[in-house]
């Protein structure tokens, strides 16, 4: 069993950023695929990026160019680098775990996106 516990949202104007950070509970953290989903009140949850362990990174087309995401193996945490925030980035995010097929995931931390 992982344990995922998110941090870093709150409330940031149009154009601002914000950092994300994901900490996992286990010791074989370096060999997840790891990803960061969001979702916005009345709508799926939907995959914003997501790193796999050997550092290989894919982007949703609507955060292209504008978030990040990376891992610190050391650390056992995943990040999300948000810059430019826009409003329509206003949702939960939550981070997810996989490994052999079987997903792990975080309570989710609020970000807000308003002037």
């Known amino acids: 069993q992982v344990q995922l516990v998110e941090s870093g949202g709150g409330l940031v104007q149009p154009g601002g950023s914000l950092r994300l950070s994901c900490a996992a509970s286990?010791?074989?953290?370096?060999?997840?695929?790891m990803a960061w989903y969001r979702q916005a009140p009345g709508k799926q949850r939907d995959v914003v990026a997501t790193i796999t362990g050997a550092g290989t990174t894919t982007y949703a087309d609507s955060v292209k160019g504008r978030f990040a995401i990376s891992r610190d193996n050391a650390k056992n945490t995943v990040y999300l680098q948000m810059n430019n925030l826009k409003p329509e980035d206003t949702a939960v995010y939550y981070c997810?775990?996989?490994?052999?097929?079987?997903?792990?995931w975080g309570k989710g931390t609020l970000v807000t996106v308003s002037s």
């Open positions: 997810k775990a996989t490994y052999l097929g079987i997903e792990y």
């Open positions: 286990s010791s074989i953290f370096s060999i997840y695929t």
